[in-house]
């Protein structure tokens, strides 16, 4: 497809599966053209506590099969999600979000880089060296994909290349610029998302120049300014980078083949965001309220942060090991939990106040607390009550108190021995 036939595809998209989607831009290539996202989702546009996953192709743009495959895969979920239960299973418990085509105008002049000859895959904020620091200097089509990040939580996301077949996972580079394996804090976890595709993908797990069809950056080759990395480190969202095809340029003839390959890796890797991991959400003892606050595993180097809507959080980790759980908030005390991980769980926080930090907590728009004025005009007015009507009043919520703690017991086993190996913590 010219790229006037892709927008043209994603708008007639976007009509033809209305109500699972909605179609939208993060911003302009250089030459002004659209970077067009199909969003899908049974509730498109509307925040919920839900993980979201993202896919960018055509990333360079001499790598077009990505941008085909991406529409196929729209296609096929708008086609399947009634009668088929992966496409259901995506459509909804998560938000997709399918980006086609990074680099429209590179696509257009048939070569690696933007219409700045800059490769794009290059020009992200790197850990090791200090580039492209000042964001403003970096190109429309990297600005609109890290204010594309910023907006949205994603949990997890892939980018689709071409000129090679193999799923690659971070650390894309080293701090001496030498090629040898550097894993990142979550290389377990990466691993097993890698491994997802590959042993998913037609022939991409039986290579003979990637073990089992994946490969650590750093050892294939290093490379610094890239967007996987910055996803990870700056986003909290974990990402791959997919080489899909061993022809960067294959004949149209060839797509639909490597769509087949290449399916059920795509539907898969998307559904791994429910299908496994640690999820739940972080709630304040005193008030009930949802905490913005962060998750850590011991023994792992890394923070995942809780949406600040409903402090919902989606932590991707190898399946069949025991995970130490930690739920935290400033202005609140930490709670742990241990979760053996068969495949999925859900780990509940609700954090109780720090008396000594409780100055510096932070405050939801409605305060519902009462000054010590109020208090006592409560008093007065209870001490107008005859004796009698008192007593009534305060063996009424004894009861109520009473009542409600067995409830709560009562709630919390439950949870404990749900089958679906939930905990509250």
Not at 309 to 327: H, I, N, Q, S, W
Request: with cysteine.
């Amino acid at each position: 497809m010219t790229n006037a036939e892709l927008e043209k595809a994603v708008k007639e998209f976007g009509r033809r599966c209305s109500n699972i989607s909605r179609i939208y831009s993060i911003g302009k290539s250089v030459s002004g053209f659209p970077l067009w996202v199909i969003e899908i989702s049974d509730k498109p546009g509307v925040e919920e506590p839900e993980p979201a996953f993202k896919f960018i192709g055509n990333v360079h743009g001499d790598e077009p099969v990505g941008r085909e495959l991406l529409i196929l895969l729209a296609n096929w979920i708008c086609d399947n999600h009634v009668k088929d239960s992966l496409a259901r299973l995506i459509v909804e418990n998560m938000h997709l979000h399918i980006l086609p085509s990074m680099n429209p105008d590179g696509y257009a002049l048939k070569r690696r880089g933007n219409a700045n000859n800059i490769d794009l895959n290059r020009d992200f904020p790197d850990q090791f060296f200090p580039m492209n620091n000042d964001e403003e200097a970096c190109q429309p089509e990297t600005r609109a994909i890290m204010s594309w990040v910023r907006q949205i939580h994603f949990t997890a996301s892939a980018s689709l290349h071409g000129g090679a077949l193999v799923a690659n996972y971070p650390w894309d580079g080293t701090q001496d610029k030498r090629r040898y394996y550097y894993g990142c804090p979550d290389d377990e976890a990466f691993q097993f998302l890698a491994s997802v595709y590959s042993r998913s993908h037609y022939n991409m797990s039986l290579s003979t120049e990637f073990q089992g069809g994946i490969i650590n950056g750093a050892s294939w080759y290093p490379i610094y300014g890239g967007m996987q990395d910055w996803n990870y480190i700056y986003g909290g969202c974990f990402e791959l980078t997919l080489e899909i095809s061993d022809d960067k340029w294959p004949s149209a003839e060839e797509l639909p083949t490597i769509w087949e390959y290449n399916k059920m890796s795509m539907l898969n890797l998307v559904a791994s965001l429910v299908k496994t991991g640690v999820r739940g959400r972080i709630f304040s003892s005193d008030s009930g309220r949802p905490l913005p606050g962060s998750i850590t595993i011991k023994g792992i180097n890394y923070t995942v942060n809780a949406g600040r809507a409903f402090a919902d959080y989606y932590r991707l980790l190898t399946p069949g090991k025991r995970y130490e759980v930690m739920g935290s908030m400033p202005g609140y005390k930490p709670k742990s939990t241990s979760i053996w991980l068969e495949e999925t769980a859900t780990a509940d926080f609700i954090l109780d106040p720090d008396s000594a930090l409780k100055d510096n907590t932070p405050r939801s728009i409605c305060d519902c607390s009462y000054d010590s004025k109020a208090k006592l005009v409560l008093l007065e007015f209870l001490l107008g009550f005859h004796m009698e009507v008192c007593f009534v009043l305060i063996v009424i919520g004894a009861l109520l108190c009473f009542l409600l703690k067995r409830r709560q017991k009562f709630t919390l086993g439950k949870h404990k021995q749900s089958p679906k190996r939930s905990v509250v913590v």
